[in-house]
C-alpha cells in the first residue's frame, strides 16, 4: 500500500522559510510525478509546485505563480522523498500543505488535485505577520 507522509510544517514568522519534505513508502518513486498542494480555510486546494517525471533521469518542475521565485521542488529518489523549499514566507501562505503523487501516465498536467492518485495527511503551515 503506498503511503505518503508530509513534514516539515511549523509556525514561522514573515519573511522565514520552511523546508518540507513527504517520504513515501510502498514502492519505488522514481518515475512517478510529484505534486505539492496547499488548502486554506474556506479556500481550495490549490497547485503550489510539482515535479514531473519525464524520461530517464531528467524531471522538470513547475512553481505557482503565486510561490514562483519563493519556492523549489527538489526530489532524492534514493529516499523517495520530495521537498519543498519556500522562502520569503507571506501571511497569506499559511495553509494545510500536502503532497501528492502520481504514476506516469495518470493523468495530463498534473496541477489538479485529480491528476494525482496518492496523497499524504497534510502538514500545517502558520505564517505570522
Known amino acids: 500500500q503506498v503511503q505518503l507522509a508530509e513534514s516539515g510544517g511549523g509556525l514561522v514568522q514573515a519573511g522565514g522559510s520552511l523546508r518540507l519534505s513527504c517520504a513515501a513508502s510502498?514502492?519505488?518513486?522514481?518515475?512517478?510525478?510529484w505534486g505539492w498542494f496547499r488548502q486554506a480555510p474556506g479556500k481550495e486546494r490549490e497547485f503550489v509546485a510539482n515535479?514531473?517525471?519525464?524520461?530517464?533521469?531528467?524531471?522538470?518542475?513547475n512553481i505557482a505563480d503565486s510561490m514562483k521565485g519563493r519556492s523549489t521542488i527538489s526530489r532524492d529518489n534514493a529516499k523517495n522523498t520530495v521537498y519543498l523549499q519556500m522562502n520569503s514566507l507571506k501571511p497569506e501562505d499559511t495553509a494545510v500543505y500536502y503532497c501528492?503523487?502520481?504514476?506516469?501516465?495518470?493523468?495530463?498536467?498534473?496541477?489538479?488535485?485529480?491528476?494525482?492518485?496518492?496523497w499524504g495527511q497534510g502538514t500545517q503551515v502558520t505564517v505570522s505577520s
Open positions: 510502498g514502492r519505488t518513486f522514481s518515475t512517478y510525478n
Open positions: 515535479s514531473i517525471w519525464s524520461g530517464g533521469r531528467t524531471y522538470y518542475t
Open positions: 501528492a503523487a502520481a504514476p506516469q501516465g495518470y493523468r495530463l498536467g498534473y496541477i489538479n488535485p485529480s491528476d494525482y492518485a496518492y
